[in-house]
């Protein structure tokens, strides 16, 4: 039986504030022309979905967005709902699980950065449906499940943060 040469086609799905708070919460700023390039070069990732909250009213967070774009990074930005008691939230975790199916037939491989255990469901059926699905997080705030799940294609990003750590401006 030949092999097909048929370029695998590789997908990342970034839950932002599981990532980037992750990050802050340790100590550290994710530098995100890196993180592109990282996941680029060392997965061949073809399309990066960045999956975030978006407040119309921050202007800072709009232009940050608008950077993203810039590096290459596809927006996937949901609005943010303000409640009763002034908290903050937006609901990528659903969008983010929805589109990890409707893009199901257009990649062979993904790579997820998200430790939330809300997303076991989707990730346990990529894992039996896709020939390799890498899960990268925080490993103190991922989900005990989901460590369980992917045992050595999880990788704690602690492990490649000196590849991805913003160092600031360098003059």
């Known amino acids: 039986m030949r092999k097909s040469n048929k370029k695998l086609i590789t997908f990342a799905f970034i839950d932002a504030s599981n990532i980037i708070y992750g990050a802050a919460d340790h100590g550290w700023k994710m530098d995100f022309v890196k993180l592109h390039s990282y996941l680029r070069i060392r997965f061949k990732v073809d399309r990066i979905y960045y999956y975030a909250g978006l407040d119309k009213d921050n202007l800072k967070q709009i232009q940050f967005y608008e950077k993203l774009q810039e590096f290459g990074y596809t927006l996937r930005l949901v609005p943010v709902k303000v409640f009763?008691?002034?908290?903050?939230?937006?609901?990528i975790d659903s969008r983010m699980t929805f589109e990890m199916m409707k893009y199901f037939a257009k990649y062979d491989n993904a790579v997820v950065l998200s430790g939330?255990?809300?997303y076991?469901?989707?990730?346990e059926y990529l894992l039996l449906n896709k020939k390799?699905?890498?899960?990268?997080a925080h490993t103190k705030s991922t989900a005990r499940e989901l460590k369980k799940l992917f045992g050595e294609k999880f990788t704690d990003l602690s492990?490649?943060?000196n590849k991805i750590e913003f160092?600031?401006?360098?003059?």
């Open 84 to 91: 009763k008691d002034g908290k903050k939230k937006a609901d």
């Open 116 to 118: 939330d255990g809300d």
């Open 159 to 161: 492990r490649i943060k």
């Open 167 to 171: 160092k600031g401006n360098k003059k």
């Open 120 to 123: 076991y469901w989707v990730l």
């Open 132 to 136: 390799s699905v890498k899960l990268i």
